[in-house]
């Protein structure tokens, strides 16, 4: 049995690191987890939670589940009330909980808690769950965690940690992206209408000038003076303009997102 956990683990570890690769959607990330360790070491349940250090509380994201039991998807999870979780994230090591109350909603009776990190900082927790079956959660002795199990899902959550990590930073960086993008739209907007204002008002005097409109040299000096003072606020409105197409947040971001994904690569062979 160990063999054949040992096997399938390392197939499967394979692929989730190929399936982590193509995409960096956190919620696509979660579920993939949930569901290959779920499905691989046939549990009833497992759910994925994302945190930080210091989070008092954690909410499951994406969940595995037997049609039987019942569901923990968008499910709040105070740590205090879950020690278990607070002692995976606290130490990032496997922790297994086994002392669940005879009414516990979630029917659990045995399960394997791992922390998912970055750089020793958790930024998940996966909690792999076999339930009581029965529809009232009957006591059925359930077989303990073997060492290959546990090794598994480990080795599992320190790939899905890097992958959060990722995931994260991408997200943070798309929509600071969006933010600036949707700033530059509103600045070019905006810029348009100031670069065409003082233009006309330079074009307007000077040819009131060149026309000889004035009355007597005292106008025709104010329709210079007022040239000039358009002129002055136009230099101003194009350096403006000129200091926002420098702008280059969106190359940086992607340069930054492909050294780290070299660097995670580069550590994983």
């Known amino acids: 049995m160990n063999q054949q956990i040992s096997a399938q683990s390392q197939k499967l570890l394979l692929q989730i690191g190929r399936k982590i690769r193509r995409t960096l959607d956190l919620e696509t990330i ?6 290959s360790l779920g499905k691989t070491l046939g549990v009833n349940r497992c759910i994925i939670c994302p945190c930080q250090n210091s989070s008092l509380s954690v909410k499951v994201a994406a969940e595995y589940c037997q049609e039987q039991f019942p569901p923990m998807l968008g499910t ?12 995976a994230i606290a ?23 791992v922390a998912t990190a970055y750089q020793d900082q958790a930024n998940g927790i996966i909690s792999l769950q076999r339930c009581r079956s029965g529809e009232l959660g009957n ?25 959060i990590a990722l995931a994260t930073l991408y997200q943070e960086r798309s929509e600071r992206a969006q933010e600036l993008s949707n700033l530059k739209k509103q600045f070019m907007l905006k ?13 307007g005097y000077l040819q009131l000038t060149v026309d000889d ?8 000096r104010a329709f210079i003076q007022e040239a000039h003072r358009s002129a002055l606020h136009l230099y101003k ?8 197409i420098q702008l280059n947040e969106v190359c940086q971001t992607h340069v ?3 050294a780290l994904r070299l660097q995670e690569e580069s550590s994983q062979k």
């Open 30 to 35: 979660w579920q993939q987890t949930v569901n």
């Open 76 to 87: 709040e999870i105070f740590l205090t009330a879950a020690p278990h979780f607070k002692q």
């Open 91 to 113: 130490t990032l090591e496997p922790v297994i909980a086994e002392s669940f109350a005879a009414d516990d909603p979630f029917v659990r009776q045995s399960v394997l808690v």
């Open 139 to 163: 006591n059925t002795d359930q077989p303990p965690w073997t060492q290959s199990q546990i090794e598994f899902a480990q080795e599992l959550a320190d790939q899905v940690g890097s992958a």
């Open 191 to 203: 810029a348009s209408h100031e670069l065409r204002t003082p233009l006309n008002h330079i074009i």
């Open 213 to 220: 409109l004035a009355d007597d040299p005292v106008e025709e």
């Open 237 to 244: 409105v194009i350096t403006n303009v000129l200091d926002s």
């Open 256 to 258: 930054e997102l492909a």
